[in-house]
């Protein structure tokens, strides 16, 4: 089996599905087999098929391996809200457990890199008792944040850090993806987190209006990664 990473941000809005997709496609390049899953998702459309997540369906798009929707999205939750909130209004039982098992099942799959995107950030709830970040912790896998550059970001990100580490979970590296364009002192920012985040720093993502996977990847380094 190849190597598994998961995947979080700073905050829902940080950009996980575009990073992932752009690290999917980077991978690609290299000749990698890659897999990418989305456990839990919150804010998902009817269709004829039952719901759908856009971002699960963009992950799907990226990866090389082909899955069931079902495998990859394996609760899905249409309001989007926080998923706790949602499954306990839509009656689904959501588990750590639960997910642990589908985790696995789908990693069966043979594959060079395999990517796991969280559900917002880390510490979102799945239940009264249990959080996502208990997932990585489950499978044994290291964490890539993803830090949405703009104000704020700097005690988010080190927030952030501070717990995946307090987890005792490795943080393989960090991703700066700029979410605001007008932020102020773009610059001074970003290398306040190279200086503070200990991690490698796998790329820098400009503002982009409509991000590909293709561009994404274009401006990150999955070298320490492999």
């Known amino acids: 089996m190849g ?31 890659t897999l990418a899953l989305k456990p839990v998702s919150a804010g998902c459309q009817h269709s004829e098929n039952g719901l759908r ?25 249409a309001p989007a809200i926080a998923p706790h909130i949602a499954a306990q209004e839509a009656g689904v039982r959501m588990t750590l457990d639960r997910l642990v098992g589908y985790s696995r099942g789908a990693l069966m799959q043979k594959n060079d890199l395999a990517l796991i995107e969280g559900a917002g950030g880390w510490r979102v709830p799945l239940n009264s008792r249990e ?30 850090v501070e717990a995946i580490l307090r987890d005792g979970v490795r943080l393989a590296g960090w991703v700066a993806n700029q979410v605001d364009p007008d ?5 001074d920012n970003l290398e306040t987190l190279k200086s503070l985040i200990p991690a490698p720093c796998l790329g820098v ?22």
Do not use: W
């Open 3 to 33: 190597k598994t990473y998961f995947v979080t941000g700073t905050d829902t809005d940080a950009g996980k599905t575009v990073v992932t997709c752009g690290l999917l496609e980077a991978a690609r390049l290299t000749g990698l087999t």
């Open 53 to 77: 997540n856009d971002d699960a369906l963009a992950l799907m798009e990226a990866m090389t391996l082909t899955l069931p929707y079902e495998q990859v999205n394996p609760l899905a939750l």
């Open 131 to 160: 959080m996502i970040s208990g997932l990585a912790k489950a499978l044994n896998t290291p964490a890539i944040l993803v830090v949405g550059m703009k104000l704020g970001c700097i005690s988010h990100a080190l927030l952030t």
């Open 183 to 187: 932020m102020s002192r773009y610059d």
């Open 205 to 226: 993502v400009p503002f982009l209006e409509e991000a590909s996977a293709s561009q994404v990847a274009g401006y990150l380094d999955i070298s320490p990664l492999a």
